[in-house]
DNA sequence: CTTGACATCGCACAAATGTTCGTGTACTAT
DNA sequence: ATAGTACACGAACATTTGTGCGATGTCAAG
């Protein structure tokens, strides 16, 4: 048996069952395989799918719904899987989501060490155009931003760095509270204000010695819940 | 969430799910959960998962069978999982930025063919929690949902589906408009109300066979440009 | 030209499977 | 008691989904 031997359109149908299960984690059925691969009717799926099975590429369960899977094994010794994850090298980052911000808890420095972090989110490059060693992100606790449209339980990423211009959105961190906050900085003077987007609080306004920043907010993310 | 919260029942799911998906490469089904931990019932099983779906042990896709998978990633933070093979918190997915959306642009339904999109995102699975291939992203034009902090210039991220519950953020074809919008969604009788986050514009409310649901705003990225 | 294997199509059908709904029980708080 | 909540049951229902069958087109062998 070889790959040759597979007409154009198994060799579709093996690759698309090979993604499909990869990203809902159970196998598609006929009428989904037929969908993506172009082929309309669900008995030329079936047919196709028992020549696979033939082949033992593939194996299947008789009337089960979505009872089949791809034999990986085999694929594998025939050298087909490798082909499938060569793909897109474009360049992707990976940011580390460190902690929450607002409630008063230090932040690491820079955090290129796993800080056990709750997760992290990957982005492309040309969506931020800064160095991702820089980059790294924190959740949002408070409504200290809201009028900013930054609310609880979003994402911020940072971009580490210790100085920033007026008018843009940073952590910094306030050596006599111990803490560090998400606020838009201005410098007035010798003074720093960290304001916050929201009428109800006040602005924090320090010596600059007595204020640090931590990164600057290059981007925010929501996640929404279903209603 | 503990796992002590989870009634015996509901953990003894969890480990099925688990086992049977290792031994078969597919899911169980809503009876063979039943079946095999004891519940004679499919709504109590069902009753079942969508607890387990509320603490996000689980993911379900609604009427597909077998839809349902573990959250690999939550349980393994819980340590639930102790020996996982690793990195089952590798999966990524990029999500392609089709175009923009509230200025009136159709946009193509499912995209799984590429669309030379302006661009992509790309997350890490758990974020969501959705089949990346349901996913698309759209740019944000106009203010008519800045209450609902989504910005002018903002990308959304949403799940293709053609219901929504109410209050759900939608994107939404307009028939008689030739338009798609953002709005969040109201259901009154047979009448849709598409209602914006802005006093400032008014609800489009229409025959609910004259709006068509493109998919549900699940998250909202912004990127900030330095000041 | 005929024959027959191979691949395809569309459609109808039945089985598999998720969803919904009315009901019941136990436990808690008021 | 009374109301409320969480959990459970079973049956009816609506979709989803696999299977089977007749018909069509292609192509190489006889």
Redesign the pocket.
């Known amino acids: 048996m070889n790959f040759s031997t597979l ?1 154009e ?1 198994q060799q579709r149908i093996l690759r698309f069952i090979y993604e499909f299960t990869n990203t809902h984690h159970y196998p598609p ?4 395989i037929g969908d993506n691969v172009g ?6 799926v ?3 799918l028992s ?1 696979l099975e033939e082949n033992e590429l593939i194996v299947r369960e ?6 089949l899977s791809l034999n990986l094994e085999r694929l594998t010794e025939l050298g087909w899987l490798p082909e499938l994850n060569g793909n897109s090298a474009d360049r992707r980052f990976r940011i580390p989501i460190l902690g929450k911000i607002a409630a008063g808890k230090p932040i690491p420095v820079i955090p290129s060490e796993p800080y056990d972090p709750e997760g992290w989110i990957e982005l492309t490059e040309g969506m931020l155009n800064l160095p991702a060693d820089r980059l790294f992100a924190l959740r949002v606790q408070g409504n200290s931003m809201i009028d900013a449209s930054v609310l609880d339980g979003d994402i911020v990423i940072l971009h580490a760095q210790e100085t920033a211009n007026n008018g843009e959105m940073v952590a910094a961190w306030i050596e006599d509270d111990e803490d560090t906050t998400l606020k838009y900085l201005r410098r007035e003077g010798n003074m720093v204000h960290l304001v916050p987007a929201n009428p109800n609080y006040q602005p924090i306004v320090r010596p600059a010695d007595k204020v640090r920043i931590n990164g600057r907010v290059v981007s925010v993310i929501r996640v929404l819940k279903p209603a």
């Open positions: 007409s359109r059925t006929i009428r989904e082929i309309s009717s669900t008995s030329v079936n047919y196709n020549k008789r009337e089960v719904s979505r009872g």
